[in-house]
């Protein structure tokens, strides 16, 4: 038993003398502060907790009940990643993922844009890809030659423009799609981009 100086604690004492009374049980307590118990305590509970994860990830098949929006995502498109071209505009975890799910589909080269470009260059060199600066020319030049774009950011305004993607699909041979793939909330790409007006295959989850 803690004492934290909360009547929850004082409740199980008495339950506990309850309990011995009727069991005949004798039971022992031991009352620390507050600062103790969590440190010692939950310390060795969070540590256990890591250790019962670690177990269940390489004994079981847990990761592979449910699929990640990404890998969702990226089969919708319906489009061959070997070899790809795959533009990825944003650095954090999902960015991460779908970095992490590109690669092991032998996508071609990865590159990895970001408002902040030693975080996007953190990311590139851990996927073995290219960071690049996050500037409209850049992108649009960089999107002018992918296969995928996977956009994940967290900014509130478009990130994908009108604009861009007009000059990224801007004499594109036929049958030759821009895959865009949107799971940024709000939205990254322009509403204005449809897939009726460009030639691209647009897939948005938020």
């Known amino acids: 038993l803690c004492w934290a100086a909360?009547?929850?604690?004082n409740a199980l004492v008495e339950l506990?003398?309850?309990?011995e009374t009727k069991n005949g049980v004798?039971?022992?307590?031991?009352?620390?502060?507050?600062?103790n118990f969590a440190d010692?305590?939950?310390?060795?509970?969070?540590?256990?907790?890591?250790?019962?994860?670690?177990r269940a990830h390489a004994e079981t098949d847990i990761d592979h009940v449910s699929r990640s929006i990404i890998g969702v995502g990226l089969d919708l498109l319906d489009r061959p990643l070997a070899g790809a071209r795959a533009l990825i505009i944003g650095a954090g975890s999902m960015s991460a993922l779908g970095a992490a799910t590109?690669?092991?589909?032998?996508?071609?080269?990865l590159v990895i844009s970001n408002r902040t470009l030693a975080r996007a260059q953190r990311l590139a060199d851990q996927v073995g890809g290219t960071a690049i600066p996050f500037e409209p020319d850049d992108l649009a030049a960089v999107m002018a030659t992918a296969d995928v774009?996977?956009?994940?950011?967290?900014?509130?305004?478009r990130v994908l423009t009108l604009e861009q993607v007009v000059r990224a699909t801007a004499g594109?041979?036929?049958g030759r799609q821009l895959a865009?793939?949107?799971?940024?909330?709000?939205?990254?790409?322009?509403p204005e981009v449809r897939e009726e007006r460009f030639p691209v295959l647009l897939r948005r989850f938020a």
């Not at 506990?16 to 309990?19: A, E, I, N, P, Q």
């Not at 590109?102 to 080269?109: C, F, Q, S």
């Open 26 to 35: 004798t039971m022992k307590y031991e009352f620390v502060p507050w600062p």
């Open 180 to 190: 865009i793939l949107d799971v940024a909330l709000p939205r990254d790409t322009d």
């Open 172 to 174: 594109r041979p036929a």
């Open 16 to 19: 506990s003398k309850d309990f």
């Open 102 to 109: 590109l690669r092991p589909a032998r996508a071609g080269e």
């Open 149 to 157: 774009v996977v956009t994940c950011t967290g900014a509130q305004q």
């Open 40 to 54: 010692r305590v939950l310390n060795e509970l969070f540590q256990r907790a890591l250790r019962v994860g670690k």
């Open 6 to 9: 909360w009547d929850p604690a």
